[in-house]
């Protein structure tokens, strides 16, 4: 995107201010309560393109962003006094074979609970995940994710 122009026509509408209702509920739905964070406006997203656009944005207004998923987080990583613009992914939950990569892929908002369900009810398999539902696959497999399995098959970054 080096035009600087939002590549999403709907990116406006977006923006999600402090006014509201849905500003509270990405900012609060965080898990570990100790850290708090107070951005200007926050994002839900659907789509990539969303997602790319809200990043072009926030840098183009030299805003820091961040990501969430779960809201799981154990340190201050998300709700930090100096994130300006949190892009929330938890709408991203399609679960779904994807027949260029041959392979199934598992969208970064999908919760461990749903991936669980998704991967055995579909395709009768089973992926090396953490042992609590509700942690969001976006900030689980990047921070490795150890579970049940992980004696035998390793860990789900193994598999990213
Ligand atoms: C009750 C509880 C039980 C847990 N159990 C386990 C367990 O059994 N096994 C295990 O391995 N871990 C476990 N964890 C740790 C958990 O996996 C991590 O805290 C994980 O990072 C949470 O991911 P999230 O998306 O829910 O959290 P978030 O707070 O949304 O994100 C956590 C971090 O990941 C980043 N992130 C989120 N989405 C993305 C994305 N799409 N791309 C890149 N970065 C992203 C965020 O910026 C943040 O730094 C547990 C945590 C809790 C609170």
């Known amino acids: ?5 939002s590549a999403d026509s709907n990116s406006a509408s977006l923006r999600i201010p402090p006014s509201d209702p849905r500003f509270r509920a990405v ?5 570990n309560k100790r850290f708090t964070a107070a951005p200007d406006y ?12 809200s990043v072009q944005d926030a840098v183009s207004e030299k805003r820091r962003p ?21 892009i929330d992914v938890s709408p991203m939950k399609r679960i779904y074979f994807d027949p260029a990569m041959r ?9 461990v609970g749903e991936t669980f369900r998704a991967l055995y009810d579909s395709w009768g398999t089973v992926l090396t995940l953490g042992e609590y539902p509700e942690i969001g696959i976006g900030g689980h497999v990047v921070g490795g994710a150890f579970g049940f399995l992980c004696r035998e098959l390793g860990l789900a970054a193994d598999y990213l």
Not at 42 to 53: F, I, N
Request: aromatic share 4%; with cysteine; net charge negative.
């Open 42 to 53: 926050v994002r839900l997203v659907t789509t990539t393109d969303q997602v790319l656009s």
């Open 27 to 31: 900012v609060d739905k965080r898990f």
């Open 1 to 5: 995107m080096s035009t600087g122009q």
């Open 103 to 111: 392979a199934i892929a598992v969208e970064a908002g999908a919760t």
């Open 66 to 86: 961040v990501v969430t998923s779960g809201g799981h987080c154990l340190e201050g990583f998300v709700s930090d006094a100096g994130v300006r613009v949190i």
